[in-house]
């Protein structure tokens, strides 16, 4: 028989039961919570400890009673002692420091906590397997809640490391300052990341214009042999020697547009790797240089003394046996002219040779001998004749006979191919050509060419010296008025530079000696008139037999 219930019961049992599971759903609800948080916790601590062991440094880290409570691989790399057997000791003494030591270090680490900022001390440390080792620490308070002290920390390095990290970068901060070389990092993408004041001053004239900047942007001539060098120090490593390269800076924005001066840089290459990663990385260049522009300028001018003075010799031996004085002058042409100049020409002055009675009258001059004009030969005599060489008034040649005195020219770019030069000399000067002034691709070789030389710096230099003509000459009606220029002067249309040298012989002129160099080659510069004068002396010496012979 079962037992009637009321109404009102089951409204109380129903409550009761809805009681329980709201109270069941939030016990269960704390449990989750609970659980999410040490998750959390879980995961912050893991995140720490690969941070910690990841440290290049060596840390641990002590509560506010001195017990150690994180200790990472690195410190267990330089004490031997795993963090299982550090953590959870107080302080340093009777494991990590020696006993009489071990009150002063942990109270001056223990008073980092209460300090503010980082404090650096220098302690003697104990390895596991009882060794010593000095490291260098930097210790820092840590807080907790409200700002109260909680604990400190303490990075460590051992002091030999880190001397010679600040080493390095005391080296590289020198380099970068106070180097008497220029001293580069050039990126990956070769531009210019970091100039010293050398650099910068050499590359252009403000140190961080030159940052970031294409090396074309700053160079006109020498960029491409540069980036060469920096991709194959990228990709090969350091060359094993210094590596000499001509470079010509880009004229600034609003200057001249004149041919700029071409400089030797002696330049050295090292590759730059990332430190940090696990396989070398590169991160540019380091580029040393120094400019030894008057050094090599030196070295070709010893080179080309020695050249020309043994090309003399050898001229004096063979003229010795030439029976006819013309045939001997020829040879001392023919010895002149490899390295010097693409064509000779020897003008005498017709009849007697004028005294100082009669030397207000004009010369004449006769063609005597000369190479030929098309490819090179030797300087042949000239059959006898008796017609003068047609020189209008003011060539350099007549010009040279007059003054007695060396006279230099050049192809103009712009002005009239048949105007004849002005020529203008002062004392103890070699004249020269106003077009030579006023060319401005005209740029005197300082240390000439040496002859049947291929070395390096002679192939750069005699590009340089090609640029100036090619310049001046550039495009068809330039060449044409070059020619035009050479054929007005009776000398071969190749020729675009001139050196006119009288000849003289007890104290009478001969005549004039003429020398020619084509666009290949750059003007005849000053320390060019010099060997010029000493071939003519030698010249006008065998001419001047001709008059003692029978």
Same mark, same amino acid.
């Given at each position: 028989?079962?037992?009637?219930?009321?109404?009102?019961?089951?409204?109380?049992?129903?409550?009761?039961?809805?009681?329980?599971?709201?109270?069941?759903?939030?016990?269960?609800?704390?449990?989750?919570?609970?659980?999410?948080?040490?998750?959390?916790?879980?995961?912050?601590?893991?995140?720490?400890?690969?941070?910690?062991?990841?440290?290049?440094?060596?840390?641990?880290?002590?509560?506010?009673?001195?017990?150690?409570?994180?200790?990472?691989?690195?410190?267990?790399?330089?004490?031997?002692?795993?963090?299982?057997?550090?953590?959870?000791?107080?302080?340093?003494?009777?494991?990590?420091?020696?006993?009489?030591?071990?009150?002063?270090?942990?109270?001056?680490?223990?008073?980092?906590?209460?300090?503010?900022?980082?404090?650096?001390?220098?302690?003697?440390?104990?390895?596991?397997?009882?060794?010593?080792?000095?490291?260098?620490?930097?210790?820092?308070?840590?807080?907790?809640?409200?700002?109260?002290?909680?604990?400190?920390?303490?990075?460590?390095?051992?002091?030999?490391?880190?001397?010679?990290?600040?080493?390095?970068?005391?080296?590289?901060?020198?380099?970068?300052?106070?180097?008497?070389?220029?001293?580069?990092?050039?990126?990956?993408?070769?531009?210019?990341?970091?100039?010293?004041?050398?650099?910068?001053?050499?590359?252009?004239?403000?140190?961080?214009?030159?940052?970031?900047?294409?090396?074309?942007?700053?160079?006109?001539?020498?960029?491409?042999?540069?980036?060469?060098?920096?991709?194959?120090?990228?990709?090969?490593?350091?060359?094993?020697?210094?590596?000499?390269?001509?470079?010509?800076?880009?004229?600034?924005?609003?200057?001249?547009?004149?041919?700029?001066?071409?400089?030797?840089?002696?330049?050295?290459?090292?590759?730059?790797?990332?430190?940090?990663?696990?396989?070398?990385?590169?991160?540019?260049?380091?580029?040393?240089?120094?400019?030894?522009?008057?050094?090599?300028?030196?070295?070709?001018?010893?080179?080309?003394?020695?050249?020309?003075?043994?090309?003399?010799?050898?001229?004096?031996?063979?003229?010795?046996?030439?029976?006819?004085?013309?045939?001997?002058?020829?040879?001392?042409?023919?010895?002149?002219?490899?390295?010097?100049?693409?064509?000779?020409?020897?003008?005498?002055?017709?009849?007697?040779?004028?005294?100082?009675?009669?030397?207000?009258?004009?010369?004449?001059?006769?063609?005597?001998?000369?190479?030929?004009?098309?490819?090179?030969?030797?300087?042949?005599?000239?059959?006898?004749?008796?017609?003068?060489?047609?020189?209008?008034?003011?060539?350099?040649?007549?010009?040279?006979?007059?003054?007695?005195?060396?006279?230099?020219?050049?192809?103009?770019?712009?002005?009239?191919?048949?105007?004849?030069?002005?020529?203008? $000399?002062?004392?103890?000067?070699? #004249?020269? !050509?106003?077009?030579? @002034? /006023? +060319?401005? &691709? =005209?740029?005197?070789?300082? %240390? *000439?060419?040496? $002859?049947?030389?291929?070395?390096? #710096?002679? !192939?750069?230099?005699? @590009? /340089? +010296?090609? &640029? =100036?003509?090619?310049?001046? %000459? *550039?495009?068809?009606?330039?060449?044409?008025?070059?020619?035009?220029?050479?054929?007005? @002067?009776?000398?071969?249309?190749?020729?675009?530079?001139?050196?006119?040298?009288?000849?003289?012989?007890?104290?009478?002129?001969?005549?004039?000696?003429?020398?020619?160099?084509?666009?290949?080659?750059?003007?005849?510069?000053?320390?060019?008139?010099?060997?010029?004068?000493?071939?003519?002396?030698?010249?006008?010496?065998?001419?001047?037999?001709?008059?003692?012979?029978?």
């Amino acid at each position: 028989m079962t037992t009637p219930t009321h109404p009102a019961d089951d409204r109380d049992h129903r409550d009761q039961r809805d009681t329980r599971d709201v109270r069941d759903t939030g016990d269960t609800r704390d449990v989750r919570d609970a659980g999410e948080t040490a998750r959390t916790h879980r995961e912050h601590a893991d995140l720490l400890a690969a941070l910690l062991d990841g440290m290049d440094a060596a840390l641990c880290a002590f509560d506010a009673d001195g017990v150690v409570t994180h200790w990472n691989r690195e410190a267990e790399r330089i004490l031997g002692w795993t963090a299982g057997e550090a953590v959870g000791r107080r302080g340093f003494a009777g494991w990590a420091i020696r006993t009489a030591d071990a009150d002063d270090v942990q109270a001056r680490l223990m008073a980092a906590m209460i300090a503010t900022g980082r404090q650096v001390d220098e302690f003697a440390l104990l390895t596991k397997d009882g060794g010593r080792v000095l490291v260098r620490t930097q210790s820092a308070g840590v807080r907790g809640a409200g700002g109260r002290p909680a604990g400190v920390y303490c990075a460590f390095t051992e002091v030999h490391a880190q001397i010679g990290l600040e080493r390095s970068i005391a080296l590289s901060e020198a380099l970068l300052e106070e180097a008497a070389w220029g001293v580069v990092l050039v990126d990956a993408d070769l531009r210019p990341a970091v100039a010293n004041e050398y650099a910068a001053r050499a590359l252009y004239p403000g140190r961080t214009a030159v940052l970031g900047r294409p090396l074309g942007e700053l160079l006109s001539h020498g960029a491409e042999e540069l980036e060469a060098a920096f991709e194959h120090v990228l990709a090969e490593g350091a060359p094993p020697a210094p590596t000499d390269v001509w470079v010509a800076l880009r004229p600034a924005a609003g200057a001249d547009h004149a041919e700029p001066e071409r400089r030797c840089w002696r330049s050295g290459f090292v590759r730059l790797a990332s430190p940090l990663a696990e396989e070398p990385v590169p991160l540019g260049v380091g580029w040393f240089f120094r400019d030894v522009t008057r050094e090599k300028q030196a070295e070709r001018a010893g080179s080309t003394a020695r050249f020309r003075a043994n090309q003399l010799h050898r001229a004096g031996r063979a003229a010795a046996d030439c029976e006819d004085p013309l045939e001997a002058a020829t040879v001392f042409l023919d010895f002149a002219l490899p390295g010097f100049a693409d064509h000779a020409l020897l003008d005498l002055v017709a009849g007697a040779p004028p005294t100082p009675e009669t030397s207000d009258a004009p010369s004449p001059l006769v063609r005597a001998a000369a190479t030929p004009t098309g490819p090179g030969g030797p300087c042949s005599p000239i059959a006898p004749a008796s017609v003068p060489v047609r020189y209008a008034d003011g060539h350099p040649a007549l010009q040279a006979v007059d003054r007695s005195r060396s006279v230099r020219a050049t192809a103009p770019a712009t002005s009239s191919a048949t105007a004849p030069p002005t020529v203008t $000399a002062t004392a103890g000067e070699t #004249a020269e !050509d106003p077009a030579d @002034r /006023a +060319d401005p &691709a =005209g740029r005197a070789d300082p %240390a *000439g060419d040496m $002859a049947g030389r291929a070395d390096a #710096a002679g !192939d750069m230099a005699g @590009r /340089a +010296d090609a &640029a =100036g003509p090619s310049e001046a %000459a *550039g495009g068809t009606g330039a060449a044409e008025q070059a020619r035009r220029w050479a054929r007005a @002067r009776q000398w071969p249309e190749d020729a675009v530079h001139a050196l006119c040298v009288v000849l003289r012989s007890r104290a009478r002129t001969l005549g004039v000696v003429t020398f020619l160099r084509t666009s290949t080659r750059g003007p005849f510069g000053h320390a060019d008139a010099p060997y010029a004068e000493d071939v003519a002396s030698r010249v006008a010496t065998a001419l001047d037999l001709a008059d003692h012979l029978p």
